[in-house]
T-cell receptor, first 120, second 110 residues
């Protein structure tokens, strides 16, 4: 079974609808992230959570909200979907950040398979 | 200016060829550097870290030039299975921020 799972994998919805994307992980990591990927723009961070009680905005959080229900679960919501939120959404996890600045101690982020969202 | 810039390609090369990708980053506070691989419509996966001294993993060699804020990836003896998009990724530890380039697409052909 995959360590990081996302549901749904594909979703088509209409403008104004509320959508929730879910992410679950079995890696036991504390840190979880939501990214979106658009052609020509690369992956951009929406929200991240360092533990269940810690939620932080990323660079493009407007129009999104998140919930960290448990260490293993991190959900992304679009309260009122709009067409420019059409994108590929990835959840990622990582272990605690290194205390050293040594690049070799960076903790890898592991990505889920992605959710392709289309807002009509 | 984008924080991490890459040539989008595509780079079309025959099997067995050597191909090199470059990447520049703008944040001088960047501390760690990586190449991720992303197959079509799949999730990114870490290919290798990049160190100032240069590092090699089989057919893959990565180099970092901090003075020029430049990162490279060299793939020798290209295989069909190397066809993918290669993402240059930069970590600013003090900001706990991972910044992705838009990727360079590689297509290896027979």
């Amino acid at each position: 079974d995959a360590d990081v799972t996302q549901t749904p994998r594909n979703r088509i919805t209409k403008t104004g609808k509320r959508i929730m994307l879910e992410c679950s992980q079995t890696k036991g990591h504390d840190r979880m992230y939501w990214y979106r990927q658009d052609p020509g723009l690369g992956l951009r961070l929406i929200y991240y959570s360092f533990d269940v009680k810690d939620i932080n905005k990323g660079e493009i959080s407007d129009g999104y909200s998140v919930s960290r229900q448990a260490q293993a679960k991190f959900s992304l919501s679009l309260e009122s979907a709009i067409p420019n939120q059409t994108a590929l959404y990835f959840c990622a996890t990582s272990d605690l950040a290194p205390t050293s600045l040594d690049s070799s101690s960076y903790n890898e982020q592991f990505f889920g398979p992605g959710t392709r969202l289309t807002v009509l | 200016r984008k924080e991490v810039e890459q040539d989008p390609g595509p780079f079309n090369v025959p099997e067995g060829a050597t191909v090199a990708f470059n990447c520049t980053y703008s944040n001088s506070a960047s501390q760690s550097f990586f190449w991720y691989r992303q197959d079509c419509r799949k999730e990114p996966k870490l290919l290798m870290s990049v160190y100032s001294s240069g590092n090699e993993d089989g057919r893959f060699t990565a180099q970092l030039n901090r003075a020029s804020q430049y990162i490279s990836l060299l793939i020798r003896d290209s295989k069909l299975s190397d066809s993918a998009t290669y993402l240059c990724v930069v970590w600013v530890g003090t900001a706990s921020k991972l910044t992705f380039g838009t990727g360079t697409r590689l297509q290896v052909t027979l």
